[in-house]
């Protein structure tokens, strides 16, 4: 098994129109060992059609051609679970998580894809109930595995340097102050009282936001961009996908980036994937 393992993040925005339109060309070329997506759209036969080869396990929304989750790697995975909470957030085919081995070392790798939310609705006590399943579930994932990463269209830019018109969106969902302040706590220092960007205090569960440790503070690098207008060409965007390392395992990593399309017309996602390498079983 390789030292150095390159792990990919993705909202494909439907596997199948994404195949369609390039996603497989890309891989040719990216020499990818494990690929976490969001928003397949597709069942496993599907999902095994569109990516012949890989060893794919998923987590199917009730919900025909909504959300789901999977992860694709060269190696079969040791376990998988796709419990997050309770039974309506685990049905929704918005989590799952894959132990790995690699030279004798685990490692656990998660997809996750949080709800778009929509302030002061039902969508948006959805997307909270979401984030205190995962903040719970965080902690006993870390102590299940010291080398885990969570992956996935997260939904939430953390700071005003992850979207780049903060301005206009400090109402909305995706920038409210309350869903910020969990990503306060997540990448706080562990154990340590936090304070939050709802002017709440909190407490620090020591996760590391791999993007942020590896461009330090920048505007960006976005992940999506609005489908609407010149947003892409613009780069005005949302750095709404991430890779959330324990600190053991982002101590590891190293080449990350975001594979921005190089125009408009070549994306075969809304979302770019987020690429970066860790050093596990050298």
């Known amino acids: 098994m390789p030292a150095s393992v390159r792990i990919a993040s993705v909202n494909v925005n439907g596997i199948r129109a994404a195949v369609r339109k390039g996603m497989i060309e890309w ?23 569109a990516l012949p080869g890989w060893h794919i396990v998923g987590n199917e929304a009730e919900a025909k051609g909504r959300a789901g989750v999977a992860i694709a790697a060269r190696i079969a995975p040791a376990d998988v679970r796709t ?36 302030a002061g609705t039902p969508r948006q006590a959805a997307k909270y109930a979401f984030l ?10 870390q102590a299940h595995a010291p080398l885990s990463l ?27 102050p309350r869903e910020r302040a969990y990503f306060d706590r997540f990448v706080g220092q562990a154990g340590m009282p ?22 330090g503070d920048v505007d960006g690098p976005y992940t999506w961009w609005s489908m609407r207008g010149r947003a892409f060409d613009n780069d005005t965007g ?27 017309d070549t994306r075969w996602s809304d979302h770019a994937p987020v690429v970066a390498d860790y050093r596990v079983g050298a």
């Not at 304070?195 to 590896?214: C, E, H, I, S, Y």
């Open 132 to 141: 205190d399943a995962m903040e719970e579930r965080m902690p006993r994932l």
């Open 194 to 215: 936090v304070n939050t960007a709802d002017g709440a205090t909190g407490t620090g569960l020591g996760w590391v936001d791999v993007g942020r440790q590896a461009h």
């Open 83 to 118: 419990a997050l909470g309770d039974g309506g957030t685990d049905a929704a085919g918005r989590w799952i998580e894959a132990d790995y081995e690699f030279g004798g070392e685990r490692l656990t790798v998660v997809s996750a894809y949080v709800h778009t939310g929509e």
């Open 238 to 264: 949302w750095r709404i996908d991430y890779h959330l390392a324990t600190p053991d395992l982002a101590a590891r990593a190293s080449g990350y980036s975001v594979v921005r399309a190089p125009s408009w």
């Open 27 to 49: 891989l040719a070329g990216a020499d990818v060992d494990v690929m976490a997506l969001q928003e397949v759209r597709a069942n496993a036969d599907e999902l095994a059609a």
């Open 150 to 176: 969570i992956m996935g269209d997260l939904n939430v830019g953390h700071t005003q340097r992850d979207i780049r018109n903060w301005k206009g969106n400090v109402k909305n969902a995706g920038f409210l």
